[in-house]
């Protein structure tokens, strides 16, 4: 069965440094999404891109957080100069169409130290 | 934007017991799916159901979109049902590229 697949599963990084989480969307899929998860608490929307071009943004993605699908099959969330408080688990996920049913990769867990 | 309410927050069960969840939500949706997060943090979908019945083993979905809210019923728990269940919609009001608003969870345990 096709799945959404995000790697690394788990990355530690120092303060101020940049990370970048990368995903394969389910290859049919024409609709991607980055959600963020603070342990504990609720999953939140970061992101969705379409047609190569952010669709929409929540008020969490400012200019620290950038997206990219830099070939056919990546999808990426680029986190500059990342904080303490980036620590989090971030899904990917994507969708076919519009109104359809989304799905998720396993997550990477973010640890800044 | 749309608010997602899930009800009870926190539910402890013995094994064997049946449960119901609940998510109301505030605005007519497109989008309803059910999650599990299991305890490795992986989102498990459920059922996506807009509107309407779907049943896949022991658990079964409804979802009332004219009165905006949806259950969640699980019948028969074991302990690997365990775990976080979000619901999570997307506004009718928006356009096909929304990402999904999720509720806070109902926090699942089974005991043996």
């Known amino acids: 069965e096709p799945e959404v697949t995000q790697t690394p599963s788990h990355q530690v990084t120092q303060m101020g440094q940049e990370v970048i989480l990368r995903c394969v969307p389910i290859s049919n899929h024409l609709y991607f999404y980055w959600y963020r998860q603070i342990l504990g608490q609720k999953v939140e929307f970061l992101v969705s891109f379409y047609n190569n071009e952010i669709s929409e943004k929540s008020e969490i993605f400012d200019d620290q957080f950038s997206v990219e699908r830099p070939d056919g099959s990546n999808f990426t969330l680029k986190i500059r100069s990342t904080k303490l408080e980036d620590s989090a688990m971030y899904f990917c996920?994507?969708?076919?169409?519009?109104?359809?049913?989304?799905?998720f990769g396993q997550g990477t867990r973010l640890t800044v130290v | 934007g749309i608010q997602v309410e899930q009800s009870p927050p926190d539910l402890i069960l013995q094994e064997g017991a049946n449960s119901t969840l609940r998510c109301n939500f505030s605005?007519?949706?497109?989008?309803l799916q059910w999650f599990h997060q299991n305890p490795w943090g992986q989102l498990i979908n459920l059922f996506y159901?807009?509107?309407g019945t779907k049943q896949n083993g022991r658990l079964s979905a409804t979802t009332v979109a004219t009165e905006r809210y949806s259950l969640l019923y699980i019948s028969s728990s074991q302990t690997t049902d365990s775990g976080v269940y979000f619901c999570?919609?997307?506004?009718?009001?928006?356009?096909?590229?929304?990402?999904?608003?999720f509720g806070k969870g109902t926090h699942l345990i089974i005991q043996p």
């Open positions: 159901i807009p509107s």
């Open positions: 999570a919609v997307d506004s009718r009001g928006g356009g096909g590229a929304d990402g999904l608003t």
């Open positions: 605005d007519s949706v497109n989008n």
């Open positions: 996920a994507s969708r076919p169409g519009p109104n359809t049913e989304a799905f």
